[in-house]
């Protein structure tokens, strides 16, 4: 999730308040601070709140909900003459596009850096990592109106930010810092997204990089913003940053944009969406008596417009940079929020019900009596292990229906365990400076061809383990669970030749006992006879 | 007096030392029925209760070794070739006369002892060379060994002898025991020499016996060996606790497989395919494939693609039934709860799960790639936000956290979403899961028609705060000496 980093003088004098005040309610809204810095402070905001990516959307917030300023903010909107067209091949590249011009911005660094930290934020949190929405901020001073967003040759050529010479767009995409990073999102394509000037003069190759003749700088005052992607969180994202300059001071100015069909849009559009909530919906969610006026003043300090329709009804309007209203249960958690889920009652459900323990839980209950009795301590390992420790270590061959993860992180974490018994070993190999003998067991699972298998292992090591003693706990452990069992010889290779025997139960093999074997014990650094037991508690 | 306890072998020695006041453990065993080992023992019992003291005693001997006993016969090497030349001799008509062997002895001590210079393979004998100290003592030593003092030798001449072998060195130890006037007081009060009972036989029993004796007392000041009690893993007692508390509240245990398609995993708690959590770097992807529960498909697709026809606008884009058939070991047991609530529409349901869950988190003290979740869910009619908060605050008041408060979160799958905090000393609030109500999004298209409540719970993060562990790990790769050590009635 994101971390934003909100410098204090700005978060003051865009809040209206002070930063104790804010720090104190601020997690209240959604939010963890994760560090307090001397001149800003770090906060990690949830996914579906992009609005907050600034400290501008964060004022905004907390304005409306430290009860500063309620009710949405007025976000005036007017014409410029500057058009975009849209050619046929990008229609099948990255076909959505949203643009703005924003006048009169008076940047400091911090304020530069904020906007560049928002745009980093939604890539990633809106984009997907670009993927779905880029955003290209341009200083206009220096460009030429209309402007064109079209599929151009990779050999067009332009001088990229970070760069001084002029590189075609097939080299960005190989040599560019972000052009490798990003290339995949352009695989499979043979013309690639270009925004131009009526000049010709290369704006920005979203979602790669911007061209350097229109980087933004302190002198900077007037922007166009073009948002590209594949899906409507462009026109989303476009708001939230027009939202956020206008909360400085910008204007915003409408960008017509054409379409190869002759159809036409203008944007941004921060008309809002329009919803009525009923108080039973409200009531049904939050388990709270509340009046449509409250409802409505609780929607304002989230700086929705709300106003009471009638007794049973709020007719609300959501604000234009919310990305996160996909359902009236996402209007009633506002509402609540606001109220504070702290001056909710907490009402334990009346309806009476039994409880029920789960089968398997009983019979791991059981087995735990049964080992603990027996002199033996339970032990929980890991269940994810390695094709080393699980099958070589054993000197067992590698089987058929064992689960290998995709990309394991290291190369002890493989794959899930289909046995118990190497985990044992290994925990054994971790107490060898404990005092002997030692006796552990665990009941847990095994994940056998896809399926969960209870399996019960156990194992013993002191100087004289030999295999009457586990033969003798099997044979207790198998009169406590009440089933009738034979012993077999074995041939499982862990265990030592004419040592080991295989477990019966209605003439199936449910488990393994005997003595392991010498090369085992050594496989696993034990320096100590060792003895144990596998079953299968399904069987 | 105290009643000393006295064994019958302490009793036995004691009224010989009355006798003699001072003697070794063998003059006892000479004179008493015990043997050496048992007067030995009986002494020191003697002298821990303040009856006797014991003394031991190392003395050195010396005796000639047979290199010693063959040159004091002969004069030492140096001596005896002196003795065989009259001037300037060359070594080697020195070693005609000698063995090579002695020779090369015999001209290391000339040199150092002054008694000759050797030039250009000459001999050439000194003036002075009188007996010296080590000669004189020589002749004193014999076979038998004798002490320093009796021979009136000088150390360091003992000692150089000694590095020339010719002198060997024995130690003897010597322990002598002598009764104290307390003991001599008890001695005198009169012993009477019967044996206590130290351990109770069916003999015994039988013959009546024990009723004339009197049983030896235990020193029970003395800490005893430790031994230690085979137990349940503590982690799975907090677990067992937990569960205890759900099944109070009324709630049925739920288990499920730990290998979950894409679908329950994340596709039907409305998660999108192309959310980050479900990437490679987050998720343990299985190469392996599911059959996805034909009646859902459609409107959970439909869910994602459009918002189903609940008022919602869904996530867009296009689902993919085969990213969904992809399996995944669980990232959650909600996994598990929400296909209970799909094969148990009818309300009430009430069910909890505590099982293993597995991230690909690289460990470390704070991360493990699997962990215990506790999760939960109601699903009634009526069930709200307030229900919910109820719910958490019922059992972690049972879990015995008396304060508890509630912040907002964020859960893909629930709305409104919140993260419970307790109050522990020393450490403020801390996070201890999530929780919410299932959105529509997720229970609209599995046919569940009533309110969701449900909440996960970091189960190993509890643990931890509970058994007072500073890394994660301990839990899994269990110390056995932390086990033993672990008091069953600590949680």
Same mark, same amino acid.
């Given at each position: 999730?994101?971390?934003?980093?909100?410098?204090?003088?700005?978060?003051?004098?865009?809040?209206?308040?002070?930063?104790?005040?804010?720090?104190?309610?601020?997690?209240?809204?959604?939010?963890?601070?994760?560090?307090?810095?001397?001149?800003?402070?770090?906060?990690?905001?949830?996914?579906?709140?992009?609005?907050?990516?600034?400290?501008?959307?964060?004022?905004?917030?907390?304005?409306?909900?430290?009860?500063?300023?309620?009710?949405?903010?007025?976000?005036?909107?007017?014409?410029?003459?500057?058009?975009?067209?849209?050619?046929?091949?990008?229609?099948?590249?990255?076909?959505?596009?949203?643009?703005?011009?924003?006048?009169?911005?008076?940047?400091?660094?911090?304020?530069?850096?904020?906007?560049?930290?928002?745009?980093?934020?939604?890539?990633?949190?809106?984009?997907?990592?670009?993927?779905?929405?880029?955003?290209?901020?341009?200083?206009?001073?220096?460009?030429?109106?209309?402007?064109?967003?079209?599929?151009?040759?990779?050999?067009?050529?332009?001088?990229?930010?970070?760069?001084?010479?002029?590189?075609?767009?097939?080299?960005?995409?190989?040599?560019?810092?972000?052009?490798?990073?990003?290339?995949?999102?352009?695989?499979?394509?043979?013309?690639?997204?270009?925004?131009?000037?009526?000049?010709?003069?290369?704006?920005?190759?979203?979602?790669?990089?911007?061209?350097?003749?229109?980087?933004?700088?302190?002198?900077?005052?007037?922007?166009?913003?073009?948002?590209?992607?594949?899906?409507?969180?462009?026109?989303?994202?476009?708001?939230?940053?027009?939202?956020?300059?206008?909360?400085?001071?910008?204007?915003?100015?409408?960008?017509?944009?054409?379409?190869?069909?002759?159809?036409?849009?203008?944007?941004?559009?921060?008309?809002?969406?329009?919803?009525?909530?009923?108080?039973?919906?409200?009531?049904?969610?939050?388990?709270?008596?509340?009046?449509?006026?409250?409802?409505?003043?609780?929607?304002?300090?989230?700086?929705?417009?709300?106003?009471?329709?009638?007794?049973?009804?709020?007719?609300?309007?959501?604000?234009?940079?919310?990305?996160?209203?996909?359902?009236?249960?996402?209007?009633?958690?506002?509402?609540?929020?606001?109220?504070?889920?702290?001056?909710?009652?907490?009402?334990?459900?009346?309806?009476?019900?039994?409880?029920?323990?789960?089968?398997?839980?009983?019979?791991?209950?059981?087995?735990?009596?049964?080992?603990?009795?027996?002199?033996?301590?339970?032990?929980?390992?890991?269940?994810?292990?390695?094709?080393?420790?699980?099958?070589?270590?054993?000197?067992?061959?590698?089987?058929?229906?064992?689960?290998?993860?995709?990309?394991?992180?290291?190369?002890?974490?493989?794959?899930?365990?289909?046995?118990?018994?190497?985990?044992?070993?290994?925990? %054994?190999? $971790?107490?060898?400076?404990?005092?002997?003998?030692?006796?552990? @067991? &665990?009941?847990?699972?095994? *994940? !056998? /061809?896809?399926?969960?298998? %209870?399996? $019960?292992?156990?194992?013993?090591?002191?100087?004289?383990?030999? @295999? &009457?003693?586990?033969?003798? *706990? !099997? /044979?207790?452990?198998?009169?406590?669970?009440?089933?009738?069992?034979?012993?077999?010889?074995?041939?499982?290779?862990?265990?030592?030749?004419?040592?080991?025997?295989?477990?019966?139960?209605?003439?199936?093999?449910?488990?393994?006992?005997?003595?392991?074997?010498?090369?085992?014990?050594?496989?696993?650094?034990?320096?100590?006879?060792?003895?144990?037991?596998?079953?299968?508690?399904?069987? | 007096?105290?009643?000393?306890?006295?064994?019958?072998?302490?009793?036995?020695?004691?009224?010989?030392?009355?006798?003699?006041?001072?003697?070794?453990?063998?003059?006892?065993?000479?004179?008493?029925?015990?043997?050496?080992?048992?007067?030995?023992?009986?002494?020191?019992?003697?002298?821990?209760?303040?009856?006797?003291?014991?003394?031991?005693?190392?003395?050195?001997?010396?005796?000639?070794?047979?290199?010693?006993?063959?040159?004091?016969?002969?004069?030492?090497?140096?001596?005896?070739?002196?003795?065989?030349?009259?001037?300037?001799?060359?070594?080697?008509?020195?070693?005609?006369?000698?063995?090579?062997?002695?020779?090369?002895?015999?001209?290391?001590?000339?040199?150092?002892?002054?008694?000759?210079?050797?030039?250009?393979?000459?001999?050439?004998?000194?003036?002075?060379?009188?007996?010296?100290?080590?000669?004189?003592?020589?002749?004193?030593?014999?076979?038998?060994?004798?002490?320093?003092?009796?021979?009136?030798?000088?150390?360091?001449?003992?000692?150089?002898?000694?590095?020339?072998?010719?002198?060997?060195?024995?130690?003897?130890?010597?322990?002598?025991?002598?009764?104290?006037?307390?003991?001599?007081?008890?001695?005198?009060?009169?012993?009477?020499?019967?044996?206590?009972?130290?351990?109770?036989?069916?003999?015994?029993?039988?013959?009546?016996?024990?009723?004339?004796?009197?049983?030896?007392?235990?020193?029970?000041?003395?800490?005893?060996?430790?031994?230690?009690?085979?137990?349940?893993?503590?982690?799975?007692?907090?677990?067992?606790?937990?569960?205890?508390?759900?099944?109070?509240?009324?709630?049925?245990?739920?288990?499920?497989?730990?290998?979950?398609?894409?679908?329950?995993?994340?596709?039907?708690?409305?998660?999108?395919?192309?959310?980050?959590?479900?990437?490679?770097?987050?998720?343990?992807?299985?190469?392996?494939?599911?059959?996805?529960?034909?009646?859902?498909?459609?409107?959970?697709?439909?869910?994602?693609?459009?918002?189903?026809?609940?008022?919602?606008?869904?996530?867009?884009?296009?689902?993919?039934?085969?990213?969904?058939?992809?399996?995944?070991?669980?990232?959650?047991?909600?996994?598990?709860?929400?296909?209970?609530?799909?094969?148990?529409?009818?309300?009430?349901?009430?069910?909890?799960?505590?099982?293993?869950?597995?991230?690909?988190?690289?460990?470390?003290?704070?991360?493990?790639?699997?962990?215990?979740?506790?999760?939960?869910?109601?699903?009634?009619?009526?069930?709200?936000?307030?229900?919910?908060?109820?719910?958490?605050?019922?059992?972690?008041?049972?879990?015995?956290?008396?304060?508890?408060?509630?912040?907002?979160?964020?859960?893909?799958?629930?709305?409104?979403?919140?993260?419970?905090?307790?109050?522990?000393?020393?450490?403020?609030?801390?996070?201890?899961?999530?929780?919410?109500?299932?959105?529509?999004?997720?229970?609209?298209?599995?046919?569940?028609?009533?309110?969701?409540?449900?909440?996960?719970?970091?189960?190993?993060?509890?643990?931890?705060?509970?058994?007072?562990?500073?890394?994660?790990?301990?839990?899994?790769?269990?110390?056995?000496?932390?086990?033993?050590?672990?008091?069953?009635?600590?949680?």
């Amino acid at each position: 999730m994101p971390i934003i980093t909100l410098d204090y003088e700005d978060l003051e004098k865009l809040t209206g308040t002070d930063r104790d005040s804010i720090i104190d309610r601020v997690p209240m809204i959604g939010a963890d601070i994760e560090r307090l810095e001397e001149n800003s402070i770090d906060i990690e905001f949830f996914p579906d709140r992009p609005d907050l990516y600034s400290v501008e959307g964060v004022s905004r917030a907390m304005r409306g909900f430290m009860d500063i300023e309620t009710g949405p903010v007025k976000y005036d909107i007017n014409d410029s003459d500057v058009e975009i067209s849209l050619d046929d091949d990008i229609k099948n590249i990255r076909p959505v596009l949203g643009c703005a011009i924003v006048r009169g911005v008076k940047f400091t660094e911090s304020s530069i850096k904020s906007l560049m930290d928002l745009q980093e934020s939604l890539h990633w949190g809106l984009g997907r990592n670009r993927k779905k929405v880029s955003i290209g901020v341009h200083d206009l001073s220096g460009i030429k109106p209309p402007f064109k967003y079209i599929g151009a040759d990779p050999s067009v050529e332009f001088v990229p930010l970070d760069f001084t010479e002029p590189m075609n767009l097939a080299e960005i995409l190989e040599k560019h810092p972000k052009g490798t990073r990003f290339a995949h999102l352009l695989e499979g394509y043979s013309k690639y997204p270009l925004i131009l000037d009526a000049n010709d003069q290369v704006l920005s190759f979203p979602p790669i990089i911007n061209g350097t003749l229109t980087m933004v700088d302190k002198n900077t005052t007037d922007l166009f913003i073009d948002v590209t992607g594949l899906s409507g969180e462009v026109y989303t994202a476009l708001n939230i940053v027009v939202a956020a300059l206008a909360d400085r001071g910008g204007r915003i100015e409408s960008v017509k944009i054409n379409y190869p069909g002759g159809e036409s849009k203008i944007t941004p559009d921060l008309s809002p969406e329009k919803r009525i909530i009923s108080m039973d919906e409200v009531k049904s969610l939050v388990g709270m008596d509340l009046t449509s006026e409250e409802v409505a003043g609780h929607l304002r300090k989230m700086r929705y417009a709300a106003s009471p329709a009638d007794t049973n009804a709020v007719e609300i309007e959501i604000p234009p940079y919310r990305a996160d209203i996909l359902h009236n249960y996402d209007i009633i958690e506002d509402i609540a929020i606001s109220v504070g889920f702290d001056n909710i009652e907490a009402i334990f459900p009346s309806t009476s019900t039994t409880g029920e323990a789960h089968p398997l839980s009983l019979m791991q209950d059981n087995i735990r009596e049964i080992m603990i009795g027996l002199g033996y301590s339970e032990v929980m390992p890991f269940t994810l292990t390695s094709e080393k420790v699980h099958f070589d270590n054993m000197r067992r061959p590698h089987t058929e229906d064992v689960t290998p993860v995709m990309h394991p992180i290291s190369e002890d974490q493989t794959m899930i365990r289909t046995t118990l018994l190497p985990n044992q070993l290994e925990i %054994l190999s $971790l107490n060898q400076h404990h005092e002997l003998p030692q006796r552990i @067991f &665990e009941v847990g699972e095994a *994940i !056998v /061809d896809c399926t969960n298998k %209870l399996h $019960l292992a156990a194992t013993s090591i002191h100087a004289l383990a030999n @295999f &009457e003693e586990i033969r003798e *706990i !099997v /044979d207790s452990m198998m009169m406590e669970r009440n089933v009738p069992y034979s012993a077999k010889a074995s041939e499982d290779p862990a265990f030592i030749e004419g040592r080991r025997a295989d477990i019966l139960v209605n003439g199936i093999k449910v488990g393994v006992m005997g003595e392991i074997h010498p090369q085992v014990i050594l496989n696993f650094g034990l320096g100590q006879p060792v003895v144990g037991f596998e079953i299968n508690l399904d069987e | 007096m105290e009643d000393l306890n006295l064994t019958l072998n302490e009793k036995e020695a004691l009224l010989f030392l009355e006798q003699k006041g001072t003697a070794s453990p063998a003059d006892i065993a000479d004179e008493t029925s015990l043997k050496i080992e048992n007067a030995t023992q009986a002494s020191f019992l003697l002298e821990e209760k303040g009856l006797a003291e014991v003394k031991d005693e190392v003395s050195e001997k010396y005796h000639l070794s047979s290199e010693g006993t063959e040159y004091a016969e002969k004069g030492l090497p140096e001596r005896q070739v002196l003795n065989g030349i009259d001037g300037p001799t060359s070594i080697k008509d020195l070693q005609e006369m000698l063995s090579p062997g002695m020779v090369g002895i015999a001209t290391g001590w000339l040199k150092r002892k002054g008694w000759a210079s050797i030039e250009k393979g000459n001999i050439i004998p000194a003036a002075d060379v009188s007996e010296t100290a080590d000669e004189i003592a020589l002749a004193k030593l014999g076979e038998t060994a004798v002490s320093l003092e009796e021979t009136g030798i000088d150390q360091k001449v003992m000692k150089d002898l000694i590095k020339r072998k010719l002198v060997e060195k024995e130690e003897t130890k010597s322990r002598t025991i002598t009764i104290t006037a307390d003991g001599q007081k008890i001695a005198a009060s009169g012993l009477e020499l019967t044996e206590d009972i130290t351990q109770l036989t069916s003999r015994m029993l039988k013959s009546g016996e024990w009723k004339n004796k009197t049983f030896r007392s235990y020193n029970i000041d003395k800490p005893p060996k430790k031994v230690f009690a085979a137990k349940v893993h503590p982690y799975q007692r907090l677990i067992d606790q937990m569960r205890q508390i759900f099944l109070e509240m009324g709630f049925t245990e739920i288990k499920g497989d730990i290998i979950q398609s894409s679908f329950w995993n994340f596709d039907a708690l409305f998660q999108p395919q192309d959310h980050p959590a479900r990437e490679m770097q987050d998720t343990f992807h299985l190469e392996s494939r599911s059959q996805l529960p034909g009646e859902y498909v459609e409107t959970v697709c439909s869910m994602h693609e459009k918002g189903g026809d609940i008022e919602s606008r869904g996530w867009g884009g296009k689902w993919d039934s085969d990213v969904a058939k992809r399996n995944v070991l669980r990232t959650h047991t909600t996994s598990v709860s929400i296909k209970h609530l799909a094969d148990n529409p009818e309300p009430p349901v009430k069910a909890f799960c505590i099982d293993r869950a597995y991230r690909r988190e690289t460990i470390d003290p704070t991360h493990t790639p699997e962990f215990e979740q506790l999760e939960g869910v109601v699903m009634d009619r009526n069930m709200s936000f307030a229900n919910l908060l109820g719910c958490l605050k019922e059992f972690y008041h049972r879990m015995g956290f008396e304060n508890v408060r509630f912040r907002p979160g964020y859960f893909p799958y629930t709305e409104p979403s919140v993260e419970p905090e307790v109050y522990i000393e020393e450490l403020g609030w801390v996070e201890l899961g999530g929780a919410g109500i299932f959105r529509k999004e997720v229970t609209e298209p599995l046919g569940i028609k009533e309110p969701v409540l449900a909440w996960g719970l970091g189960v190993s993060r509890l643990a931890m705060l509970r058994l007072g562990l500073k890394d994660l790990r301990e839990l899994y790769q269990s110390d056995i000496e932390w086990l033993r050590r672990s008091p069953v009635c600590k949680l």
